[in-house]
T-cell receptor, first 111, second 117 residues
């Protein structure tokens, strides 16, 4: 089955700096890669996603890149703000319609 | 997206009892899933809730422990049976919207935080 590794598990940055979270996946048939943000006491919220026919996607301060050959994808947050503090999960979706999640990254943005 | 509600939002239960969690969506959906998130951990798929038929369970989860119903397109329940402290987790439902631009995008409910004493 699919295996998704996510690094780092915790990330602390100063407000205004950039944050990068990286994930690798094992199933070359995976074709859709969403990122979720989970704030304390809430359910995961979809913040951005990318499909296997695209190498990069950007939405304001958030961008995701995908390297299909290397089977890894990354989340980039620029100009971080304290409200970006949360746990971020990457996921991989395969043809079986299942999402496999990474272990999560706790991002702390210090004001 | 859609509005997904779960009831209860949290509960504290005694071991040996059962709790039924409800998930209601304000839009028609194609697929509904139930996940478990143990404290400080990632999300693990319990099962796919199938409308009008038995749910499809992932390895390590069985119907006797986690019976699931889905009587229509917008509602599902998950029961955690004969609970033990190891069942203390957040239980999340997620949906794939019918007619959505993306057929595989999952949206999550707010979760039910369960503590078993």
């Amino acid at each position: 089955g699919e295996n998704v590794e996510q690094h780092p598990s915790t990330l602390s940055v100063q407000e205004g700096d950039s944050a990068v979270i990286k994930c690798t996946y094992s199933d070359s048939a995976s074709n859709y890669f969403p990122w979720y943000k989970q704030e304390l006491g809430k359910g995961p919220q979809l913040i951005i996603d990318i499909r296997s026919n695209v190498g990069e996607k950007k939405d304001q301060r958030i961008a995701v890149t995908l390297n299909k050959t290397a089977k890894h994808f990354s989340l980039h947050i620029t100009e971080t703000q304290p409200e970006d503090s949360a746990v971020y999960f990457c996921a991989s979706h395969n043809a079986g319609n299942m999402l496999t999640f990474g272990g999560g990254t706790r991002l702390m943005v210090k004001p | 997206s859609a509005v997904i509600s779960q009831k209860p939002s949290r509960d504290i239960c005694q071991r040996g009892t059962s709790l039924t969690i409800q998930c209601q969506v304000d839009s028609q959906v194609t697929m509904m899933f139930w996940y478990r998130q143990q404290p400080g951990q990632s999300l693990t798929l319990i099962a796919t809730a199938n409308q009008g038929s038995e749910a499809t369970y992932e390895s390590g989860f069985v119907i006797d422990k986690f019976p699931i119903s889905r009587p229509n397109l917008t509602f599902s329940t998950l029961t955690v049976s004969n609970m033990s402290p190891e069942d203390s987790s957040i239980y999340l439902c997620s949906v794939v919207l019918r007619g959505g631009r993306k057929a595989d995008t999952q949206y999550f409910g707010p979760g039910t935080r369960l503590t078993v004493l």
